[in-house]
């Protein structure tokens, strides 16, 4: 063998990794090769300096990023599957059957959102719409502590089936970073009752405004 196909065994007979055999055969070659043995030296001071290291801390926003992106390739999987069942289950079936069911479900989808009754947002009585939107449940914070001003602040929101945020849009204010930051740290923990079809969570959109008097879904 030649020195390339040592070297790419470095990291592992560093980290013993290695079976026997093949850790004996790097011992015995590292011996007589200097260049070789010269690699496996800078590699472990390497590691000596990473492990010495300080941590950086992640950023404030880094959780609500990865739940937002969690929650987008969680959506977009479920998708796919769906659409290649669709595929799947209408692949073998005749251009008139086809028409057939794209008009029952395009009536369905029509009478489900004319026969819909609204509901109010902030009720804790038993919800008896076919849908409802999602309802503010818990906030850990209080409106007075954001400089919202006379025109306050509005901020749209995207709440998953689990009743959390996973993504949101400052409609109006606030300016002061400080105030942003403590706005993204305070949506990060709200919670809320999820939007619901016929009694199924489902993702929901809402707006939030606040005052200095009052938070409103």
Request: glycine letters at 6%; a neutral charge.
């Amino acid at each position: 063998m030649n020195c390339a196909d040592f070297r790419t065994d470095l990291s592992s007979f560093a980290d013993d990794a290695l079976e026997a055999e093949r850790a004996l055969e790097m011992r015995r070659h590292l011996q007589e090769c200097p260049a070789c043995d010269w690699e496996m030296n800078r590699l472990r001071q390497m590691r000596v300096l990473l492990r010495t290291a300080g941590r950086v801390p992640p950023p404030p926003h880094l959780a609500l990023a990865l739940r937002v992106r969690l929650s987008q390739q969680r959506n977009m999987r479920l998708i796919d599957r769906l659409w290649v069942r669709v595929e799947n289950l209408l692949a073998p079936v005749a251009v008139p059957a086809f028409a057939g069911i794209a008009a029952a479900i395009l009536l369905f989808g029509i009478l489900n959102h004319t026969f819909a009754i609204p509901t109010p947002a902030m009720t804790d009585d038993i919800p008896l719409a076919l849908k409802t939107p999602p309802r503010l449940k818990f906030m850990p914070f209080e409106p007075q502590e954001l400089q919202a001003g006379e025109a306050g602040i509005f901020v749209e929101a995207r709440v998953n089936e689990e009743g959390r945020i996973v993504d949101f849009r400052i409609l109006r204010g606030p300016h002061d970073p400080s105030d942003v930051a403590k706005l993204r740290r305070a949506l990060l923990f709200t919670t809320f009752d999820p939007a619901s079809t016929f009694g199924v969570p489902q993702p929901g959109t809402l707006v939030l405004g606040f005052s200095s008097v009052s938070v409103k879904g």
